[in-house]
C-alpha cells in the first residue's frame, strides 16, 4: 500500500449506484471511489488524494503538486503508478 | 551530484538540521518516536538520523499494520480458504507474511486460489465476475484504510451481494500509542503524528496525550524537511514546557479529519473488546470488528474460524524491536536467517517494517548525509 497518490479529477461519474470519478494519475486513467468524499464530492478539473482505489481528501493543484514530489522522493512514484494500474478498470 | 539537485529544499533541510542542534539540550536524551511506518521509511531511505545530533533517538512505532498483525490471524484466514471454492483476495503488502504454514504466496505456489487486489472495491467486482464462488477480502490497515473496507461492504450490502465476506484485522492508532505510552520500559519524550491517518480522524482524537500524559505531538509529512520541521516543533514545545498538538502536514491533513469517512466506519464497524498485536499482546479496545447487521458479509461469522495462536520464533526479536527496545540489527536473526528476501518477521516483510527499512538503507550513504556533512 502507497502513500497516499494525488489525483485529477477528468470526469465526475453519475449514474449507477455509487459515487465515481474518473481521474488521472502521472498520466494514468483509472476509476477511482469518491463515496468517502461524500460531504463535498470533487468536481472535475479538483485534485484528490487516493488509498486503494479510494478519494481521501481534496486537496489544492499546489498541495497535489507537493505530494507528487514527496512520492519521488521516496522513490515510490513507479509503485504508486503500478498501483493505480492495478485497479480493475470495467 | 543529480540527487542532491532533487531536493530542491536542500537550503531548508540543513537550516532545519541547524536549528535542531541550537534548540536540542546536549544535557539531556531525547526520546522521540514515529508511530507511522511511512515515516520510518523516510527516516532510514533519507538517513535523516545522521542530520541529528546524537542525543535525539528516534524510536520506531507501531505504525506498519502488516508489522503487528499476529501471524495467526494469516493462518485463519487460510483455513477458510482451504475451501477450493474460496478466493483468497489481499492487498500485495500481505502477501509475503509468513503464517504457521506459509505466506498466502506460499498457499498460492501450493494450489490456493491467493489473488493481489489494489483495492477493497475491486473484490466486489471479483465476486460479480464470479457468481460461483466466494471471495474473501483479507482487510488489514489503520484507520487510513479502515473507511474503504467499511464502504466496500456498505456497497456489498446494498447490491445483495452473497458471495463475498471480509476477514477484518483493521487496527486502530490510539490505544496502541496509550499502551506505549502505559509500559513501564517505555520512556517516550514526544510523539511525531501519523500523517495519512490523521486524514481521516484529524488530529483532536491526540488531544489527551499533549494534556493528560504532558507530551508533545505534531503530526508530520514524509519528506525530509517535513520530519525536520516536525522535530523542530517538538523541541520548541519542550523547551517551552507546553506540550500540545500540532499539525506540520496542513497540506493534507484537516484538522477536523474526514467526516463521511469516520460516517463509513461508525456505520460498519464497532470496537473489538481486545485484539492482539504482534510483540505488544493484547491491547483492550485496539481493533475494529464488524458490526452483527453485516454480519452476512463477516467471513468470521460465516465460516469456523480456528483461533490460531502462533508464537514467534525464539530467537525472533520483533516485539523489542517493534516496541524499540531494540534496534533491528540487534535481533540476532537480523541479516542472517531474516532477511528481505526470506523474512522471519512482519517487520523484515513490508517496506514500512523498521527491519526491512534498515536492511535497505541504513548501510547506504544518502545524498543527504553528504549536505548533513557539508552543513
Ligand atoms: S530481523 Fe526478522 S526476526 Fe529479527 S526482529 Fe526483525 S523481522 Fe523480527
Known sequence: MCLAIPARVIEEANGGEFSRALVEVMGLRRHIDTGLLQDDPPRTGDWVLVHVGFAMSKISEDQALEQLRTLSQLGEQEAALSEVQGYEDS | MKYVDEFREAGVIRKAAEEIRRLADPERQYRFMEVCGGHTHAIYRFGLKDLLPSNIELIHGPGCPVCVLPMGRIDDAVSI????????????????????????????????????????????KLAQKNPDR?????AIGFET?????????????SLGLR???????????????????????????????????????????????????????????????????????????????????????????PWEGNRSALKAMAEVFELRPYFEWRGMGFISQSALRIRSSYAQWNAEERFPVPG???????????????KGALKPAQCKLFGKECTPEHPIGALMVSSEGSCAAYYNYEHRKTALTSIGASA
Open chain 2, 145 to 157: 484504510t479502515a473507511p474503504s473496507t467499511a464502504l466496500t461492504l456498505m456497497r456489498a450490502k
Open chain 2, 81 to 124: 480458504a482451504r475451501d477450493p471454492n474460496v478466493i483468497f483476495t489481499a492487498f500485495g503488502d500481505m502477501m509475503r507474511v509468513p503464517g504457521r504454514d506459509g505466506s498466502p504466496l506460499e498457499h498460492k505456489a501450493r494450489g490456493m486460489d491467493v489473488r493481489t487486489v489494489y483495492s477493497p472495491a475491486d473484490t466486489l
Open chain 2, 308 to 322: 490460531v495462536r502462533v508464537t514467534d520464533p525464539k530467537a525472533a526479536q520483533c516485539g523489542e524491536v517493534l
Open chain 2, 134 to 138: 466466494h471471495v474473501l477480502f483479507f
Open chain 2, 163 to 253: 458471495n463475498f465476506s471480509v476477514f477484518c484485522n483493521h487496527v486502530t492508532i490510539i490505544p496502541a500509542i496509550r499502551a506505549i505510552l502505559d509500559s513501564p520500559d517505555m520512556r517516550i519524550d514526544a510523539f511525531i503524528g501519523p500523517g495519512h491517518v490523521s486524514t481521516v480522524i484529524g488530529c483532536r482524537p491526540y488531544e489527551w496525550i499533549a494534556k493528560n500524559e504532558r507530551k508533545p505531538i505534531v503530526v508530520s509529512g514524509f519528506e525530509p524537511v517535513d520530519i525536520l520541521q516536525a522535530i523542530v516543533m517538538l523541541l520548541r514545545q519542550l523547551k517551552a514546557g507546553e506540550p500540545k498538538v500540532e499539525n506540520q502536514y496542513t497540506r493534507v491533513v
